[in-house]
């Protein structure tokens, strides 16, 4: 299966569409979201024209959301205070963060693309991320819903 990425006359057709001339190739660069499957997304000529391949691509942007918000709310390394791991769970959970971050930073320009299903994707990610783990660490924290009970 082959695949070609052809710049002009692409599937971009958008009044919101602003052409710039780099060389001898027309790169069209959304200003406002629009709705469609012919988009690329983070790499170049990437999902292309398929709708197979945008329907991966809208998966990876929603599976990239809900791991920032599991990075986010998981305590994967434990500090104690005093022992004599401090400086190598101090640095696990500084990588930790920084994968944190370049995951969120790819959502973004994920989202950049100003592809509807994208953005909808990325809001459906963290939202049910957020469902999932977020409040599954908030329980955690209070002691869970019977504690008033007790």
Not at 28 to 41: A, D, L, Q, R
Not at 113 to 130: C, D, M
């Amino acid at each position: 299966m082959t695949m070609s990425c052809t710049a002009p006359g692409n599937g971009f057709q958008s009044n919101s569409t602003v052409a710039t001339m780099l060389g001898r190739r027309r790169i069209p660069i959304h200003t406002s979201f629009y709705w469609g499957h012919k988009t690329v997304i983070l790499f170049r000529c990437w999902p292309g024209d398929s709708a197979g391949m945008y329907a991966v691509a809208l998966i990876l942007v929603f599976v990239m959301a809900v791991l920032v918000e599991w990075l986010s709310f998981t305590n994967i390394v434990k500090l104690k205070p005093g022992s004599s791991n401090d400086v190598v769970g101090s640095l696990l959970r500084t990588g930790l963060y920084g994968i944190r971050t370049g995951f969120s930073y790819l959502v973004m320009l994920a989202v950049m693309s100003f592809n509807g299903g994208v953005f909808l994707a990325a809001i459906f990610g963290h939202v049910i991320g957020f469902m999932v783990f977020g409040t599954m660490a908030i329980l955690k924290k209070s002691g869970g819903l019977d504690s008033a009970k007790q």
